[in-house]
């Protein structure tokens, strides 16, 4: 079963991004994956001070990377969910994802994100930095613009129908990224023999 990684990025407080993970959470499992939700609050990694994991493959420094470094080379891919702040995406991330290197070598990403723009300028850095990853950046993202998000971070509770506008291109989404899961496992599997 293909095991997709969806990845929150926000650690604030009062953060929006609970209600979009859900969302996109509850869209896969109802597709039949096998989703590891993984909220960056729940892994505290130190500042990146140490040799290239390029150099060092799965050679971790402190027990918290190794169990983050373990939960993202388990999956076959990945939907990131992030905010974007100050035209780039989270601190936080950028530094988690500088611990690993071989566990994110040639797999998809994707990327639900929101803000002013919905987000399409950390979109476009975190591109960049999966391509240096040997990654597969997928084409279709989501991005939240203000007239769902305001709505959606106001009410009172969680409503899934607040996204309703948004499933054509989560489904899009989705199915890009099963074909390019199901691709690049079979090339890794070719690449290992």
Do not use: C
């Not at 566990?103 to 960049?128: C, H, M, T, Y």
């Amino acid at each position: 079963m293909t095991k997709i990684a969806v990845i929150t990025t926000s650690t604030r407080r009062d953060r929006f991004a609970d209600r979009p993970a859900r969302w996109v959470t509850e869209h896969l499992r109802r597709a039949g994956m096998d989703v590891d939700v993984i909220d960056m609050r729940d892994h505290e990694l130190p500042s990146f001070d140490g040799q290239s994991p390029m150099y060092a493959p799965r050679h971790y420094a402190t027990p918290a990377i190794a169990e983050f470094g373990r939960r993202i080379d388990q999956a076959d891919a990945y939907i990131v969910l992030t905010s974007e702040y100050n035209h780039g995406y989270t601190g936080v991330f950028k530094n988690a994802v500088d611990h690993l290197f071989a566990e994110w070598d040639r797999k998809p990403i994707a990327f639900v994100a929101w803000g002013n723009v919905g987000g399409a300028r950390a979109v476009e850095q975190l591109r960049s930095v999966a391509i240096e990853f040997g990654m597969a950046p997928i084409r279709p993202a989501v991005h939240i613009l203000p007239d769902v998000m305001v709505p959606a971070m106001t009410a009172p509770t969680y409503d899934a129908a607040l996204f309703s506008a948004l499933e054509p291109k989560l489904d899009a989404l989705v199915e890009e990224l099963i074909w390019w899961t199901a691709t690049l496992r079979r090339g890794r599997n070719v690449a290992l023999r």
